[in-house]
C-alpha cells in the first residue's frame, strides 16, 4: 500500500536572513510534526512560508501544513492548504479526503461528500473506505442512489462488508422499494448469518408479511361468518367450506412467515404472538 509520508525536508536556503529563520522555523515545525504537536508545528510552517523570500521549497510541504492545520482546528487554513497541495499534485487523493474530514466537522456535508467523491475519482489504492464514507455522507443527505452505489462498492472491496450491506438495505428501504430492501437483506443473511442487525431487520420483513396475511385470512373468515349470520349459507354449505379453506390458506403462509422471523430472532415478541393467536384459530 502507498504511504503518505511527510515532507521533512529543509528549505534550500540562500544566505539571507529572511531564509535562514523560514529554514529555522520549517525544521522547528518538522519536529513538531513528529511529536505530534500540530498547533506548533501549524504555526512554524505557515510563519515560514508566509517569510521565505527567496527560499525554495518542496511544494509537498503543503500537504504537511493542510493536515498540521486539521489537527489543530485550523479548518479555513487545512483547506487552503489542502487546495495548494492538490494543485500541485501532491498526495491528491489524500487531501481531498481531509477537505472532506474537514467539511464534515464543519457540518458542510455537500462539500464533504464532494471532496470524497474527488478523493475516490484521484486515488491509487483501495477506495474502500472512501466509498463507505461517501455512502454515509450521501445517506445524510438523502441521495439514496448515491448511499447504494457506494455501499455496494464498499462491499465489494471488502471495507466493513456487514455494515455496508445492512446500511444499503436500510437505503432502499427509505425509497420506498420494498424487494430491494428484502433482497439485500436477504442476501446479508446468507453471507453473514451471525449478523443481528441483519437477521432482525429480516425478521421483522418476515413478521409484518405474516401480519399481512393473517390479516387477509381473519379478514375472509371473518366476511365468511357474517354471511352465515345472515343467512346467506350454512357453516355446512360448500360456499361456507370454500372460505374456511381459503382462510386456512392465508394462515398456513402467515404461519410459515412467522417461523422464518423466530428461526431469525427467536426473541420477536410479535412474531410469537401472531403464531399463537394463528394457532388458536387454525
Not at 69 to 74: N, V
Not at 140 to 160: I, Q, S
Not at 223 to 245: H, L, P, S
Not at 252 to 280: H, P, R, S, Y
Request: hydrophobic share 45%; aromatic share 10%; glycine share 4%.
Amino acid at each position: 500500500m502507498k504511504k503518505y509520508l511527510f515532507l521533512f525536508a529543509a528549505a534550500l536556503l540562500t544566505l539571507a536572513a529572511s531564509a535562514q529563520d523560514a529554514a529555522e522555523l520549517i525544521n522547528k515545525a518538522n519536529e513538531a510534526m513528529k511529536n505530534r504537536q500540530y498547533a506548533e508545528a501549524f504555526e512554524a510552517y505557515d510563519k515560514a512560508m508566509k517569510n521565505l523570500g527567496d527560499v525554495e521549497v518542496d511544494a509537498a510541504i503543503n500537504f504537511n501544513i493542510g493536515f498540521a492545520a486539521m489537527q489543530a482546528d485550523k479548518n479555513q487554513e487545512a483547506l487552503a492548504y489542502f487546495d495548494k497541495a492538490i494543485e500541485a499534485g501532491t498526495n491528491v487523493s489524500k487531501s481531498w479526503e481531509y477537505k472532506a474530514s474537514v467539511y464534515n466537522k464543519l457540518k458542510d456535508f455537500e462539500k464533504a461528500l464532494e471532496s470524497f467523491e474527488k478523493a475516490i475519482a484521484t486515488s491509487e489504492e483501495d477506495s474502500g473506505a472512501l466509498c463507505f464514507n461517501a455512502a454515509v455522507l450521501a445517506f445524510r443527505l438523502e441521495k439514496f442512489e448515491k448511499t447504494v452505489a457506494y455501499f455496494d462498492k464498499a462491499y465489494v472491496a471488502g471495507f466493513r462488508p456487514q455494515d455496508a450491506i445492512f446500511n444499503k438495505a436500510a437505503a432502499l428501504n427509505r425509497m420506498n422499494d420494498a424487494d430491494g430492501y428484502k433482497a439485500a437483506l436477504v442476501a446479508g443473511n446468507t453471507k453473514y448469518p451471525d449478523d443481528k442487525k441483519i437477521s432482525s431487520a429480516l425478521a421483522n420483513i418476515y413478521v409484518s408479511e405474516g401480519n399481512e396475511k393473517y390479516r387477509q385470512g381473519a379478514e375472509i373468515l371473518n366476511t365468511a361468518n357474517t354471511k352465515v349470520n345472515d343467512g346467506a349459507f350454512t357453516t355446512e354449505d360448500d360456499a361456507y367450506k370454500a372460505e374456511q379453506a381459503k382462510a386456512k390458506a392465508e394462515f398456513k403462509t402467515a404461519l410459515e412467515l412467522l417461523e422464518n422471523a423466530k428461526k431469525l430472532d427467536a426473541a420477536n415478541a410479535n412474531a410469537q404472538k401472531l403464531i399463537d393467536a394463528i394457532k388458536q384459530i387454525m
